[in-house]
């Protein structure tokens, strides 16, 4: 801002009758560099803020007590670094006297005090009746060195230094801007703080001045001192405090590292079956191993293996192995019994006991001798909180210990490292799931077949317990479905042909035993028929018969087609 060549305010010497004003600007030209280098549209908002700069002392006028900005002519200069309310300048009131009393021995009209100034002065020179000989010595020897300077630099210093008590001492009704100033108000909170002089004089003993606050009289340190110092500061290292910077940095990790499992960030895999006609969140819910995208979460922190089901199950098969599951099932035994209605929590405090902690119990699990006698105390008067402590050592142990093991152990590496399986392996399954990716386009095969064999308003329910009849139709020689259905259909042949793989045979043998049990269980009605008609009339024979089960018992070489069909919903 005072750098004229880079575009700073300009600042000159300005000449006038008989004299020179050296190193002035005018209240216009500060007020245009605000509007123009801090993009500011309002000329009252860059006076508002020029007034803010000078009632701080940065920027003050030659002519005037008050600290203010004026979008005119006026003359301002710029305040000597040396003197910037930032050097935290504290001055005592002897250093005003000092400054007061040199003004008096210069017979100069610009140098003549205010009538606040003089009756300050006069209250100091009565407070300071004893030392007033010191300070008048003082003051005579500034005027000395003041006079061997040059005669411009003198008038420039000598404003600078009005300019710097209009702000500590500024004229009555003005706004003392240093007065709550958090610098002072520590300063009031420490009295053994020394304060800093302008002139190089300290206050030897409390002052009386109204003008200013007295301060406290300094102490030598005591040995009290130090040992309650001591004690601070050790409690300053045990306290917990982060930097923002390690903050936000600790934010945006857990943000990157979480971000794919946000659908508001991430779509969400698979799609949901109830808004697209994408149905693979029922295979994956209906499948027995876990999705890497699952069980990659579990490496995150233990508690995303606590959450999860399926990895809690994991966690488990996992201590089994190592002969330490009770530390997990008491853990979720407690977890269970603060969701116990009130009445049934005594009877499970007494069956967690006998079971983890008494004496001789048949999963015992190991605490250390403070928690267990917390819990032993705990048990007398069971609540649903009697365990925490135990559970809280038990959470620890497992934390610290058995999870970092379940991370490096095989079975989460290979779930962890798990890949798609090939096509020629995707037979082994034995479940009926195996059909719900595609049957839709078989349904819609067959609506399209059998058009106008249903009423209108039938309705045809996709939720996940409408599947529930499974179809066996015996095919023509030779008779293959059509292409958009193959990927709903599956041939399974009971004897082995020439050249397939030995693999099939128990792919059959697999099927078989599914349609066994779930008859069995009594889940199908099986229903045999000697015929299902020929592939023409085919969309509508298995619309007339989506309520039972088909079975052509006989063998031989003959292709059969094994379907599944959802159930209509008959008007």
Known sequence: MQDDKTGGVPIRTVKSFLSKVPSVTTGTDIV??????LSIEDPGEAIHLGSLIAAQGYIFPISDHVLTMKDDGTFYRFQAPYFWPSNCWEPENTDYAIYLCKRTMQNKARLELADYEAENLARLQRAFARKWE????????????????????????????????????????????TEMDIRKCRRLKNPQKVKKSVYGVTEESQSQSPVHIPSQPIRKTT????????????????RHCLKMSKVAESLI???????EYDPFVTPAEPANPWVSDDITLWDVEMSKEPSQQRVKRWGFSFDEVLKDQVGRDQFLRFLESEFSSENLRFWLAVQDLKKQPLQDVAKRVEEIWQEFLAPGAPSAINLDSHSYEITSHNVKDGGRYTFEDAQEHIYKLMKSDSYAR????????????????????QGRRTSLEKFTRSVLLFERWICKRASG???SRCTLTTQPQAWAYVLLVRGQEGWTPPSTALGAVWWVHLLQLPGKKAIELYHKINWLRTIADLKKKKKIQISPVKHCGSHAA???????LCRRLLLCAEGGRAAWVLVMWPRWRVC
């Open 134 to 177: 010191f300070i008048f010595m003082q003051a005579e020897a500034q005027v000395k060195i003041d006079r061997k300077k040059d005669k411009t630099e003198r008038k420039i210093l000598d404003s600078q230094e009005r300019a710097f008590w209009d702000v500590h001492r500024p004229v009555p009704g003005c706004v003392n801007t």
């Open 406 to 425: 379940f991370l490096r152990s095989n079975a989460y590496q290979d779930l962890l490292q798990a890949k798609k399986k090939p096509e020629s392996e």
């Open 538 to 544: 085919l969309g509508h024979e298995l619309i007339l």
């Open 253 to 259: 990790a857990y943000t990157e590292q979480y971000a």
């Open 453 to 455: 064999s249903h009423c």
């Open 223 to 238: 040995k009290d001192d130090i040992r309650k110092q001591i004690t601070f500061l050790n409690a300053q290292i045990d």
């Open 32 to 37: 245009q560099w605000l509007m123009k280098n």
